[in-house]
């Protein structure tokens, strides 16, 4: 029969639970080895040498062996080197052990944050956003390149998906027939409207061999439009899920966008509402600081329609409010607090209006308050002395 003192403590390790005495001494020893019964076997073990009652200082292994947690804080219990006798191993395979574990735990941390789901929306989003600067260059460049052949178009079709459709399933004006263009899902005037410019056209002759070119590329641009739209659904999708208040407040794009700048939802949800009203406009901020100009106003949350489309000097009072109401529904997305994106929503307009009412004017210049005053009578003091009526400098 083992003899041991009256308090006996499991411990435990990334290679082993061990059963010490108050001295430290090791009275059980099981080796992990990737079976989930070890703890359950060296606890049975310890009940069939009867040991008694046992303690530990792990809350999470005391809650798992249902053992009574004990803060007896002595260090000496707690020696690799009687672990790694007690099992056989050398101080070396110890410290394998241990590297191996916290290697793998390092990566099982690292997939986890590179999983999560705010951290793809920002992703996504600024692949969108890089998808349009691409865009945008390609169609410029289709339609000043098609535009030789049949200029007329460019302003006929504004829609650059619609554009590409035409060019690269028509190809050469010649094309342009009311039952070709009925295929293609246009109405009876809009295709007329079409086949009239392309009879009528001012351009240059193109052959099939000119065209060519112009139609596989418009045919592979018009399947990055294509992309486009399911990365954005996608990207909507993943916020009404991930921040459900973020979306209903500022639309699924510009919430998206929100996060991308902050870096995750988590950030966002941690910075001031000053901080959330200039993200994305960090090197006008910059500049501000360095050479003292006029800090930013606003940054991404700029394209909200109610700032963009308000007058100059209201603008800067809506972001603010606006800010304060984005940095709420981060929290409540982020601490998983229930959806009140309407109500936000709701207060927000509300505050504009009240804005707008209140600031219905443009505020008075400064220099224009100082001519004013002048021409009221006020004025400096002369060379030789004499005081103007106004005030004084």
């Known amino acids: 029969m083992v003899l041991v003192s009256f308090l006996l403590f499991l411990a ?88 191996s574990k916290a290697l793998e735990e390092t990566r099982k941390g690292v997939a986890r944050e590179s999983g999560r789901k705010d951290r793809i929306i920002a992703e996504t989003i600024k692949a969108v956003d890089e998808f349009d600067k691409t865009l945008n260059i390609f169609v410029s460049r289709i339609r000043e390149w098609y535009g030789l052949h049949f200029p007329e178009l460019n302003e006929l079709v504004e829609d650059p998906a619609a554009y590409l459709r035409l060019v690269y399933t028509l190809g050469l004006r010649e094309n342009y027939t009311l039952e070709k263009l009925r295929e293609l899902g246009y109405q009876a005037e809009p295709a007329k409207r079409l086949v009239d410019a392309a009879a009528n056209s001012t351009g240059a002759p193109f052959t099939d061999e000119d065209v060519e070119p112009i139609r596989t590329m418009a045919s592979a641009v018009y399947q990055l439009y294509s992309l486009r739209g399911k990365l954005t659904k996608y990207t909507e999708e993943l916020m009404l899920r991930v921040a459900p208040n973020l979306t209903g407040l500022a639309g699924s794009t510009l919430g998206a966008r ?58 800067g009072k809506i972001a603010r409010a606006y800010a304060g109401k984005l940095s709420i529904a981060a929290r409540l997305d982020f601490y998983g607090g229930e959806d009140l994106s309407g109500r936000l929503r709701a207060e927000f307009e ?33 060379r030789g002395g004499r005081r103007g009526r106004g005030r004084r400098y």
């Open 12 to 99: 435990s390790t990334v290679y082993g639970y061990f059963i010490v005495d108050e001295s430290g001494r090791v009275i059980l020893a099981q080796r992990l080895n990737g079976d989930n019964g070890v703890l359950n076997a060296l606890l049975e073990e310890a009940r069939r040498r009867g040991l008694g009652e046992l303690y530990t200082y792990e809350p999470g292994l005391a809650q798992v062996a249902k053992l009574v947690e004990h803060d007896f804080g002595s260090a000496e219990l707690y020696s690799h080197a009687r672990f790694a006798e007690a099992l056989g191993l050398s101080l070396d395979e110890v410290l394998r052990i241990v590297r």
């Open 258 to 315: 929100l996060i991308a700048s902050a870096g995750d939802l988590e950030r966002l949800a941690k910075f001031p509402s000053s901080t959330v009203q200039v993200l994305g406009a960090e090197k006008a901020l910059f500049r501000a600081i360095r050479k003292g100009a006029k800090p930013p106003k606003h940054g991404v949350i700029f394209q909200d329609p109610l700032i963009h489309n308000a007058p100059r000097w209201q603008r």
């Open 350 to 382: 509300d505050r504009v209006n009240k804005i707008k009412q209140l600031f219905a004017k443009p505020p008075r210049r400064e220099s224009e308050g100082v001519e004013g005053g002048r021409e009221r009578g006020g004025g400096r003091r002369d």
